[in-house]
């Protein structure tokens, strides 16, 4: 396919992307503002986390048997009018709750189509440099968008709803473009299907693998934003939530420059197995630095830590799982992996939150550090080794 349209596609998902920050960011808001309730804020996140954590797998076998683009197509007329919807009926906190929910169902099926349909449309090694692309122009559309939503709920509400149906159209119009790729799955039934992904998952031991890794991985990282802020309000005390603020910040610009060379091609990587293992890596050493040495220079370095463990992280492991699923599989190992991903996030939260009220932050960060560190590297030690068997396999054949 011609590679200047493969980039327009991009541009039309993160175009959608900066929408949904939009209309997620103004639900929250909104949800408050018309109960009054924190509690609403932490129902809220419960129904945008829901679809991920329960259906990933349902969706991605849909994504399998009726093929990315229509997956694609039917999320994007179902969010648009959705957003639609709340154009109207905004100010109701029920229509709200019910509405991100829909909303978020179909946001992990667009992001399952999306990344079951790039590999279809280009080269197995260009997976990487687009990937990093997907990742680094849906940060940028991230980081305006809080702002610009905060601007207008105190304009118009309507209009930031609107916007975000002027986005799904454009992606619906770029998407309408793709060529139809029909799906490999016979005609069974959805159970059927459903199964057989299951089945392939448990015979397939290097999907195994990276999807063990990422659950015990985030299980530590995860939820570390419960004991990352009460340390610094330990630290630095009522002007903590400025130093927090600098440290998210130098993160993100980390991040974003670590993906940009990727981009580029200043930085290549053939292992992605093993670079997701040494990007996670990298994270645990930023919080055990953090917590042995709390002082400004620490905490400067251990931010760009940090930032390059999120750049390197996210398109490495997509990479690594589009090159190694099979293709009439890999709706259904990305609707699991999100499965997976989206638990872990979850059950570190509850964990950490409980265990940061009883002991030190401090103390707390050390643990994880040390603990995160000594597991991931003997992730890192087998990820390299079977990079290194398949690499001797693909030779020989």
Same mark, same amino acid.
């Given at each position: 396919?011609?590679?200047?349209?493969?980039?327009?596609l991009?541009?039309?998902?993160?175009?959608?992307?900066?929408?949904?920050?939009?209309?997620?960011?103004?639900?929250?808001?909104?949800?408050?503002?018309?109960?009054?309730l %924190?509690?609403?804020?932490?129902?809220?996140?419960?129904?945008?986390?829901? %679809?991920?954590?329960?259906l990933?797998?349902?969706l991605?076998?849909?994504?399998?048997?009726?093929?990315?683009?229509?997956?694609?197509?039917?999320?994007?007329?179902?969010?648009?009018?959705?957003?639609?919807?709340?154009?109207?009926?905004?100010?109701?906190?029920?229509?709200?709750?019910?509405?991100?929910?829909?909303?978020?169902?179909?946001?992990?099926?667009?992001?399952?189509?999306?990344?079951?349909?790039?590999?279809?449309?280009?080269?197995?090694?260009?997976?990487?440099?687009?990937?990093?692309?997907?990742?680094?122009?849906f940060?940028?559309?991230?980081?305006?968008?809080?702002?610009?939503?905060?601007?207008?709920?105190?304009?118009?509400?309507?209009?930031?709803f609107?916007?975000?149906?002027?986005?799904?159209?454009?992606?619906?119009?770029?998407?309408?473009r793709?060529?139809?790729?029909?799906?490999?799955? %016979?005609?069974?039934?959805?159970?059927?299907?459903?199964?057989e992904?299951?089945?392939?998952?448990?015979?397939?031991?290097?999907?195994?693998?990276?999807?063990?890794?990422?659950?015990?991985?985030?299980?530590?990282?995860?939820?570390?934003r419960?004991?990352?802020i009460?340390?610094?309000?330990?630290l630095?005390?009522?002007?903590?939530?400025?130093?927090?603020?600098?440290f998210?910040?130098?993160?993100?610009?980390?991040?974003?420059?670590?993906?940009?060379?990727?981009?580029?091609?200043?930085?290549k990587?053939?292992?992605h197995?093993?670079?997701?293992?040494?990007?996670?890596?990298?994270?645990?050493?930023?919080?055990?630095?953090l917590?042995?040495?709390?002082?400004?220079?620490?905490?400067?370095?251990?931010?760009?830590?940090?930032?390059?463990?999120?750049?390197?992280?996210?398109?490495?492991?997509?990479?690594?799982?589009?090159k190694?699923?099979?293709?009439?599989?890999?709706?259904?190992?990305?609707?699991?992996?999100e499965?997976?991903?989206?638990?872990?996030?979850?059950?570190?939260?509850?964990?950490?939150g409980?265990?940061?009220?009883?002991?030190?932050?401090?103390?707390?960060l050390?643990?994880?550090?040390?603990?995160?560190?000594?597991?991931?590297?003997?992730?890192?030690?087998?990820?390299?080794?079977?990079?290194?068997?398949?690499?001797?396999k693909?030779?020989?054949?």
């Open positions: 396919m011609d590679k200047n349209y493969v980039y327009f991009i541009a039309g998902k993160s175009f959608s992307a900066f929408g949904t920050l939009l209309t997620t960011f103004t639900i929250f808001i909104l949800l408050y503002n018309l109960s009054n %924190p509690a609403i804020i932490g129902l809220g996140g419960i129904v945008l986390s829901i %679809p991920s954590m329960i990933g797998g349902v991605g076998t849909f994504v399998d048997k009726y093929g990315p683009k229509k997956m694609l197509i039917i999320s994007s007329i179902s969010n648009l009018l959705i957003a639609g919807v709340l154009i109207i009926l905004y100010e109701f906190w029920i229509v709200l709750l019910l509405c991100l929910f829909i909303y978020s169902t179909f946001l992990v099926l667009s992001g399952i189509s999306f990344n079951a349909l790039l590999p279809k449309l280009i080269g197995e090694e260009e997976l990487f440099h687009y990937n990093s692309i997907i990742s680094l122009s940060m940028m559309a991230g980081f305006p968008a809080p702002v610009i939503a905060g601007y207008l709920l105190n304009i118009n509400v309507p209009l930031i609107l916007v975000d149906v002027i986005t799904y159209a454009f992606e619906l119009m770029v998407v309408l793709l060529p139809l790729i029909s799906s490999h799955i %016979p005609k069974t039934s959805f159970l059927t299907d459903f199964h992904g299951i089945e392939y998952l448990l015979r397939k031991k290097e999907i195994l693998f990276v999807i063990a890794m990422i659950f015990i991985a985030f299980l530590f990282l995860g939820g570390t419960t004991i990352l009460p340390y610094f309000s330990d630095f005390g009522d002007n903590y939530s400025l130093f927090y603020g600098g998210k910040s130098l993160d993100g610009i980390s991040s974003g420059i670590i993906l940009l060379a990727f981009s580029l091609g200043y930085i990587i053939k292992k197995l093993f670079a997701t293992s040494f990007g996670i890596i990298l994270f645990f050493i930023a919080l055990l630095t917590s042995a040495f709390p002082c400004l220079p620490v905490i400067i370095f251990s931010a760009i830590l940090s930032g390059t463990s999120s750049g390197m992280i996210s398109p490495n492991s997509m990479t690594y799982i589009q190694t699923a099979d293709s009439k599989f890999l709706g259904r190992v990305i609707g699991v992996q499965v997976i991903l989206s638990a872990s996030t979850l059950i570190s939260y509850i964990l950490l409980a265990l940061a009220t009883i002991y030190s932050r401090r103390i707390m050390s643990w994880i550090g040390i603990m995160g560190l000594l597991i991931m590297s003997i992730f890192a030690i087998f990820s390299l080794r079977m990079e290194n068997n398949l690499s001797h693909s030779e020989k054949n």
